[in-house]
């Protein structure tokens, strides 16, 4: 679905690029606003992530070599995504000779958390397929979110414990693992938001204080976040319908 929000946040002309999930994620902001492009595409994200930024520089009415930059998602998540959006990015990047920044997927989780409820305190939890969930713990300071539960991939049962109450459970890991996770963490979470993904426009307002400080890479540095070692699926696996 195409958005056009209206919101000039900032004059840095950027676009963010999302592709870890089932949702193919983009969003492009210029002075004339900001334009994002969100849809389930599932396999298809391949095939029409080029198509798509070049109807989004067409409405922005902008030329990639004019941007400051481009943002890409790190993952983790499913494999094929992470490669698509990290690869268009190293592309388009070394093309219009542009500085990059990735953003983890679990980071802008908490952001999108933090933009729809305010929460300061975020358990993010992806489904991670194969039984298992990316995991971390995000707080909200003022410099910015601090992990202080890090990425890492694991059952459902044994996501690690944190301190305090007053948690928000954000990704589709609480609606897979639901009476799991609820379990785990009892009455410290106070708030479940399992449709929250990780979105281009969260990882815009996450990557501008990053390129204002300089804080960026050339094309060819940009890299996934796997999180997970396993970048394959045996023969029986994929029988079994069984993802990455």
């Given at each position: 679905?195409?958005?056009?929000?209206?919101?000039?946040?900032?004059?840095?002309k950027?676009?963010?690029?999302?592709?870890?999930?089932?949702?193919?994620?983009?969003?492009l902001q210029?002075?004339?606003?900001?334009?994002?492009?969100?849809?389930?595409?599932?396999?298809?994200?391949?095939?029409?992530?080029?198509?798509e930024?070049?109807?989004?520089?067409a409405?922005?009415?902008?030329?990639?070599?004019?941007?400051?930059?481009?943002?890409?998602?790190?993952?983790?998540?499913?494999?094929?995504g992470?490669?698509?959006?990290?690869?268009?990015?190293?592309?388009?990047?070394?093309?219009a000779?542009?500085?990059?920044?990735?953003?983890?997927?679990?980071l802008?989780?908490?952001?999108?958390?933090?933009?729809?409820?305010?929460?300061?305190?975020?358990?993010?939890?992806?489904?991670?397929?194969?039984?298992?969930?990316y995991?971390a713990?995000?707080?909200?300071?003022?410099?910015?979110?601090?992990?202080?539960?890090?990425?890492?991939?694991?059952?459902?049962?044994?996501?690690?414990?944190?301190?305090?109450?007053g948690?928000?459970?954000?990704?589709?890991?609480?609606?897979?693992f639901?009476?799991?996770?609820?379990?785990?963490?009892?009455?410290?979470?106070?708030?479940?938001?399992?449709?929250?993904?990780?979105?281009?426009?969260?990882?815009l307002?996450?990557?501008?204080?990053?390129?204002?400080?300089?804080?960026?890479q050339?094309?060819?540095?940009?890299?996934?976040?796997?999180?997970?070692n396993?970048?394959?699926?045996?023969?029986?696996?994929?029988?079994?319908?069984q993802?990455?």
């Amino acid at each position: 679905m195409w958005q056009n929000t209206g919101l000039v946040t900032h004059t840095m002309k950027l676009l963010a690029i999302e592709s870890s999930t089932e949702t193919l994620s983009l969003a492009l902001q210029t002075q004339a606003g900001l334009v994002t492009f969100d849809e389930v595409t599932g396999p298809a994200a391949s095939q029409r992530i080029l198509p798509e930024i070049q109807r989004l520089l067409a409405q922005a009415g902008v030329a990639l070599s004019e941007l400051d930059g481009l943002v890409y998602g790190a993952g983790p998540g499913a494999f094929t995504g992470v490669r698509v959006a990290v690869g268009v990015t190293q592309g388009l990047a070394f093309g219009a000779q542009l500085p990059v920044v990735g953003i983890s997927a679990v980071l802008a989780v908490a952001e999108s958390a933090w933009q729809a409820t305010q929460s300061e305190k975020v358990l993010v939890c992806l489904d991670a397929r194969m039984g298992e969930v990316y995991h971390a713990a995000m707080v909200r300071q003022a410099e910015g979110w601090l992990a202080v539960s890090p990425v890492t991939v694991c059952k459902p049962q044994d996501v690690p414990a944190v301190e305090g109450h007053g948690w928000l459970g954000a990704g589709s890991g609480w609606h897979v693992f639901a009476q799991v996770l609820s379990a785990r963490y009892h009455d410290q979470v106070d708030r479940v938001c399992p449709a929250l993904i990780p979105q281009a426009g969260a990882m815009l307002t996450l990557a501008q204080p990053l390129f204002a400080a300089g804080k960026v890479q050339a094309a060819h540095e940009a890299a996934p976040l796997y999180v997970r070692n396993r970048v394959a699926l045996t023969a029986a696996e994929r029988a079994q319908g069984q993802t990455l």
